[in-house]
């Protein structure tokens, strides 16, 4: 009689020794580069955080406060809007004479990755005021008018401060705001050298829409400062033109590439 054929797995076959799983400590370089892929895209695609170098921004802002900034909605054809805090590039030497600092090897690390603000990124936040097309004036001491609407700074305006400065250095002021290009103020009025104080660049005090990396949307750190940046009522008014705003993704970026890697450790171990 011929013998049966048996294959391993059926009856009479030798029993499969199932595949052991990998080691934690063998996955865990595996997740660590996963979750730097992840947090590199988002620090290029999502949001980043920001840290505020000076007291421009009070008390809104404080200095050393970290920001995160939403970089995503730009992507999709969002431009600036009244009233939103935007980090955006140096558009003509305006920290010309600001000390610079010099980050050690893990801090640049972290900067390129998105899980610090870049010490070398010669950036700026302000609020807002104009878009393409309004027009914005100062008189005295204020209110500051957004064509021909006067808003109501008290929310935000340092305490103590005037909505305008009066000076002949460009605290007195009537400007219009050409299409692709926002005017921008520091919260602080009377401690920032914003749009008012740059008039004299080629862009005339204005900033490019193309130099804004994106909104800021949450103050991250400290924890006692949690916070989101909302737009303040005022630019809500009728008469403004004001458009929608855009949402922003009050997210923070070693969360996200966390968020990511379960997924894929799952998925690699049901292959296993």
């Known amino acids: 009689m011929t013998g049966e054929h048996t294959t391993a797995g059926e009856p009479g076959g030798p029993?499969?020794?199932?595949?052991?799983?990998?080691s934690f400590w063998k996955e865990l370089p595996i997740l660590i580069g996963i979750a730097l892929v992840l947090a590199l895209l988002i620090k290029t695609f999502l949001v980043q955080a920001f840290s505020i170098p000076s007291d421009s921004m009070q008390n809104t802002l404080q200095q050393g406060d970290r920001v995160l900034v939403d970089k995503l909605t730009p992507w999709f054809g969002s431009e600036p809007e009244r009233g939103e805090v935007v980090v955006f590039h140096d558009p003509d030497n305006w920290l010309a004479g600001e000390p610079t600092t010099d980050p050690n090897a893990l801090q640049t690390f972290l900067s390129w990755i998105g899980l610090m603000p870049s010490a070398e990124e010669?950036?700026?936040?302000?609020?807002?005021?104009?878009v393409g097309?309004?027009?914005?004036e100062c008189k005295g001491t204020g209110p500051l008018t957004v064509n021909g609407k006067a808003l109501?700074?008290?929310?935000?305006?340092y305490a103590g401060n005037t909505p305008c400065s009066v000076d002949d250095q460009g605290g007195q002021f009537k400007v219009k705001v050409p299409k692709g290009f926002i005017w921008v103020m520091g919260d602080h009025r009377q401690n920032s050298r914003d749009s008012r104080y740059n008039q004299s660049d080629k862009n005339h005090g204005m900033v490019p829409v193309k130099d804004v990396v994106g909104r800021a949307v949450v103050v991250a750190w400290p924890i006692n400062r949690w916070d989101n940046l909302p737009v303040p009522d005022t630019f809500d008014q009728s008469g403004l033109n004001a458009q929608p705003n855009a949402?922003?993704?009050?997210v923070a970026p070693q969360g996200i590439a966390l968020l990511g890697v379960v997924p894929v450790v799952l998925w690699r171990r049901r292959k296993q």
Do not use: F, H, M, W
């Open 15 to 22: 029993a499969r020794t199932p595949k052991k799983p990998r």
């Open 247 to 250: 949402a922003g993704l009050p």
């Open 152 to 157: 109501n700074e008290q929310s935000y305006v």
């Open 122 to 130: 010669k950036d700026l936040i302000k609020r807002v005021i104009g």
């Open 133 to 136: 097309g309004d027009t914005i």
